[in-house]
């Protein structure tokens, strides 16, 4: 499949990545399998938005809700993600790719923390894609964080309450710098952003694709990009602008 024209690639994509576990449960296998599959899909997906130009990629890949799973599947998962930052963090280096967590880091666990850290403290001077690990992450907690931020500096005196501005908040969320995403993506055909990007996404397009993550390649993703470059974006007016980063 032909790569789209440079001119069309979106800056920056963010992916929900679901269907694991259906993933693992069509073919009789544990819902590990697919979790460690999907591991596979994340590599690639990071080596095709590269290649085609996007200049950052946001990956779920852990909610704040999630901790509610079964907690030899939450065993599994983190073990995947230690396993990743140890195995591919030196390759995603020697690739240029920069490292950025976002999400909700107090309180994790203190095998997590220091490799989340580690990952971007090592590809903070990298100039390539920006690989964006949404761990521990809820939009709704994201925002009450920024608020809750905003709120200090009002009680403290350092600003007025009508200076808040919609810049501002961008500027107190985990995202801060990070140009809102131009497509949303979410695998398995499910058609929902599950408490993700929900400030940020106003106004991302959407694509909701059937594949399930496992099975998300460099095909897959280069049709979504396909599809993405048909869209025209208006962003609530006429004309289509350049740009759209509040915050950024």
């Known amino acids: ?79 995947l993600l230690k396993a990743f930052i140890r195995r591919d963090l030196a390759d995603l280096h020697r690739q240029n790719v920069r490292i950025r967590v976002i999400g909700d880091k107090t309180n994790l666990r203190s095998d997590i923390l220091p490799l989340l850290l580690e990952a971007e403290e090592t590809t903070r001077n990298n100039s390539g894609i920006t690989l964006v690990i949404a761990f521990n992450y809820g939009a709704r907690d994201e925002m009450a964080r920024a608020m809750r931020s905003l709120a200090v500096d009002v009680k403290e005196g350092r600003m007025l309450p009508e200076q808040i501005t919609p810049e501002r908040i961008a500027s107190r969320l985990d995202t801060a710098g990070i140009p809102d995403p131009d497509l949303v993506l979410r695998t398995s055909g499910e058609e929902r952003l599950s408490n993700f990007l929900l400030w940020q996404a106003a106004y991302s397009e959407l694509l909701f694709v059937p594949e399930l993550w496992p099975d998300f390649n460099r095909d897959s993703f280069l049709a979504a990009l396909e599809r993405y470059a048909t869209r025209e974006r208006r962003f609530g007016g006429l004309s289509k602008p350049a740009t759209l980063a509040v915050g950024s």
């Open 1 to 79: 499949m032909s790569i789209p024209p440079l001119s069309n690639v979106p800056t920056h994509v963010a992916i929900i990545m679901d269907g694991n576990g259906r993933w693992a449960n069509k073919r009789g296998l544990p819902r590990t399998m697919g979790h460690r599959k999907g591991v596979e899909a994340v590599r690639e997906a990071v080596r095709t938005a590269g290649e085609v130009g996007v200049r950052y990629l946001t990956l779920f890949a852990f909610s704040s809700e999630n901790w509610t799973r079964p907690e030899d599947e939450i065993s599994d998962l983190m073990g």
